[in-house]
């Protein structure tokens, strides 16, 4: 992935996290993920490591899907 889209994608789930008010530990806790997994997906240097279906698991914790997580990016 290109270092920009990655900034990009981190930016994105940051800002909707941070929409809504949650902690990084609450976002984790409502979207079912390991607390330090949320840091490094917010992280747009390791955010590399992110796989397809933590993305899922980020988007249906949101209530939104995969594509519109990813529209705009």
Same mark, same amino acid.
């Given at each position: 992935?290109?270092?920009?889209?990655?900034?990009?994608?981190?930016?994105?789930?940051? &800002? @909707?996290?941070?929409?809504?008010?949650?902690?990084?530990?609450?976002? *984790?806790?409502?979207? =079912? $993920?390991?607390? !330090?997994?949320?840091?490094?997906?917010?992280?747009?240097? &390791? @955010?590399?490591?992110?796989?397809?279906?933590?993305?899922?698991?980020? *988007?249906?914790?949101? =209530? $939104?899907?995969? !594509?519109?997580?990813?529209?705009?990016?």
């Amino acid at each position: 992935m290109p270092d920009d889209l990655l900034i990009r994608l981190g930016g994105r789930i940051r &800002r @909707l996290r941070k929409q809504r008010g949650w902690t990084q530990a609450e976002m *984790a806790e409502r979207v =079912g $993920i390991d607390r !330090s997994l949320v840091s490094s997906s917010s992280d747009a240097v &390791r @955010l590399a490591y992110v796989c397809l279906p933590l993305l899922e698991v980020l *988007a249906n914790g949101f =209530g $939104i899907s995969v !594509s519109e997580r990813m529209r705009g990016i």
